[in-house]
């Protein structure tokens, strides 16, 4: 397939669930960087190859705030990335790396088997939900939504008579354009609750970070880079590793049969969620060349991980699911100080959700064709992954 020497759009890069997109295939064969339009009209740079971004991710030019926020060329419009735009403060790095170092104790590997019971019994309080519905279910609202935001609320410590309104409110930051929401009763809210954490802490993320000494403004705007990292990400890879497996029982039968391949397989559905539209709105802190182009300062560059977890380069028959892959160094997380350190939460939700599921409710299947899944106006609607519903029956 031939490029087009106009710039590429990101809304014709879009990949349907548990499909491939013919022009952004060609794109990555072609070479690893592009120039391209985004979703607001704005140009940046779209990366698609492994070893290109592993080596942006080492790289101390590029960084996920803009000098001039106001002046920033955007992804989207809507406020989450509005505000990681702004966030980065006169030394971005210093900030990133002072952020990783309050948040990474909370998120050990010891912390998380403290937190697996209580993540099984959120899972399995969630099943016993879905079961009590009539069928179909749409298992996005019905679980893979719900499911990850009570889990981080349990880590952050948000009063459980609290939780749906905050799920209201961050369901409502995740819009774009028109939908796009006020920020000022969702932060409100965060800057409330972390006063309150202030005259009565406990053992939780957003009373550790109230520790740190911060005021409420920076916790608020921790917190809610948390959630948005957290939440709507592993919820995608719930409703996108339960698709392939309903639609795929070459891969779910071994797992219901042999349930320590699942560690395994929850790495490989990681990696195989999306092709591309892993973007991941970063700036140049200075001019630097990258593959052939010439990155200037201030330019958005947009690593793609979904699509760079598809480069041969990097992974034998790419396009195979293979849940025996080892090793299986894939870019979900990102990469080097970039690296998500939720990325242990992540694994233990998904590796407890699958199993739960497979198991109890054995019969599982779609109640619509694969193909009836996506809808490319929910890419442009919201920011989510390319499902559009999960209707299931038993």
């Given at each position: 397939m031939t490029v087009s020497e106009e710039l590429p759009t990101l809304e014709a890069l879009w990949s349907p669930a548990l499909g491939d997109n013919k022009l952004l295939r060609a794109m990555a064969e072609e070479k690893p960087v592009w120039r391209v339009r985004t979703y607001t009209g704005d140009e940046g740079w779209l990366v698609l190859g492994a070893p290109e971004i592993k080596a942006l991710m080492l790289?101390?030019?590029?960084v996920r705030s803009h000098p001039n926020p106001a002046d920033a060329t955007r992804l989207t419009d809507n406020p989450i990335y509005s505000m990681i735009a702004g966030a980065g403060g006169a030394d971005p790095h210093e900030m990133h790396a002072a952020m990783r170092a309050l948040l990474i104790p909370f998120f050990t590997h010891k912390k998380m088997a403290a937190l697996r019971p209580r993540i099984e019994a959120i899972v399995h309080d969630a099943i016993d939900e879905v079961l009590a519905l009539p069928q179909p279910v749409d298992l996005l609202p019905a679980f893979s939504l719900p499911v990850p935001l009570r889990v981080l609320c349990e880590l952050m410590g948000v009063p459980e008579e609290e939780r749906d309104t905050l799920a209201e409110l961050l369901d409502r930051m995740h819009g774009t354009g028109d939908a796009a929401a006020d920020q000022s009763e969702f932060f409100g809210y965060l800057m409330g609750l972390a006063a309150r954490k202030r005259e009565h802490p406990a053992d939780d993320v957003i009373s550790g970070v109230v520790a740190a000494g911060h005021d409420d403004v920076v916790i608020a705007t921790i917190v809610a880079l948390l959630l948005f990292a957290g939440h709507e990400s592993i919820?995608?890879?719930?409703?996108?590793?339960?698709?392939?497996?309903?639609?795929?029982?070459?891969?779910?039968?071994?797992l219901v049969a042999d349930q320590d391949l699942m560690a395994g397989a929850v790495e490989e559905m990681l990696r195989t969620a999306n092709f591309g539209g892993g973007w991941q709105p970063h700036y140049a802190f200075e001019d630097f060349e990258l593959a052939?182009?010439?990155?200037?300062?201030?330019?958005?560059?947009?690593?793609?991980?979904?699509?760079a977890n598809y480069d041969p380069r990097a992974f034998d028959d790419p396009d195979e699911v293979d849940f025996h892959r080892s090793p299986n160094q894939h870019l979900t997380f990102a990469h080097g100080a970039w690296h998500c350190i939720g990325a242990p939460l992540a694994r233990l939700e998904l590796n407890t959700v699958f199993t739960a599921l497979l198991t109890r409710i054995p019969t599982m299947r779609l109640a619509v064709e694969a193909g009836e899944l996506s809808n490319p106006e929910k890419v442009k609607a919201r920011l989510s992954s390319t499902l559009a519903w999960l209707p299931v029956t038993w």
């Open positions: 790289d101390r030019r590029l919820s995608s890879h719930i409703g996108m590793g339960m698709a392939r497996l309903l639609t795929r029982p070459d891969l779910r039968e071994p052939g182009e010439h990155i200037r300062a201030g330019d958005l560059v947009l690593p793609d991980f979904a699509m």
